[in-house]
C-alpha cells in the first residue's frame, strides 16, 4: 500500500514538472542477448542466457532515457560446449575473475532511423565508449520492444589473451543484437 501510494505521489510530481520517466525491465522469456564473431572464416552465434537491465524513460522521449545492464559472462551459450569453455577462460571472459559485464549509458540521441546511445562498456575489468543504435516501439499490450545493435572491437576489451591477439583464427569484430520486450515496474 505504502509503495503503491508513493508510486502514485511520485508519478504525479513527475507530470507536474513535465519529466514522465518510468522505471522499464526487460521480460526474459522475451529477450534476448546475442553475439556473433568469425571463427577460421565461419560466421558463428552465440547468447548471453542472464542479464538484467533497468531503463528509466519516458517512451515519447527516450533521449533522457538512462539504461543500466549486467552481462553474466558465465551464462555464454555459443551452442558448442568447447569454445563456451574457451569463451569462460582466462584467455577470453575470464569469468572467474571477471564474472559479469556492465553497460550505463551516457546519453541518448536522436539517429536517423531510431536512436543512439552513447555508452560505457565494462568487460573484463577494461571500460570503452561504445555506440548502440536501437529502435523503441509500444507493444499493443503497453510493454515496449528494444531492439538494438552494435559492432565491438574484442581486442579493445583484452578479450583474447596470448595467441588470440592475433586474429587470423578469430576476427576483432564482435557484433551485439539486442531484442528485449519491456515492462514496466509500476503497479
Not at 508510486?7 to 504525479?12: M, P, T
Not at 519516458?58 to 574457451?86: C, G, H, K, N, Q
Request: with cysteine; hydrophobic share 45%; glycine share 6%.
Amino acid at each position: 500500500m505504502i509503495k503503491t501510494s508513493l508510486a502514485v505521489w511520485l508519478g504525479a510530481v513527475l507530470c507536474a514538472t513535465g519529466v514522465v520517466a518510468e522505471n522499464w525491465v526487460p521480460v526474459p522469456a522475451d529477450s534476448t542477448l546475442k553475439f556473433s564473431a568469425v571463427q577460421q572464416g565461419a560466421t558463428f552465434e552465440g547468447v548471453f542466457k542472464a542479464f538484467t537491465a533497468e531503463f528509466d524513460l519516458d517512451p515519447s522521449d527516450p533521449t533522457r532515457a538512462r539504461i543500466e545492464a549486467t552481462i553474466d559472462m558465465d551464462s555464454v551459450d555459443s551452442l558448442y560446449d568447447e569454445r563456451d569453455e574457451y569463451l569462460r577462460g582466462t584467455d577470453w571472459f575470464h569469468v572467474e575473475r571477471w564474472p559479469s559485464a556492465r553497460f550505463v549509458t551516457e546519453r541518448i540521441r536522436a539517429a536517423e532511423s531510431g536512436y543512439l546511445a552513447d555508452a560505457l562498456l565494462t568487460l573484463r575489468d577494461q571500460t570503452q565508449p561504445i555506440a548502440l543504435a536501437f529502435t523503441l516501439e509500444r507493444l499493443e499490450d503497453g510493454r515496449l520492444s528494444f531492439v538494438g545493435k552494435t559492432v565491438l572491437q574484442r581486442l579493445d576489451f583484452g578479450v583474447g589473451q596470448g595467441e588470440w591477439t592475433n586474429t587470423e583464427w578469430v576476427g576483432n569484430d564482435v557484433t551485439v543484437e539486442v531484442s528485449l520486450v519491456l515492462e514496466s515496474t509500476l503497479p
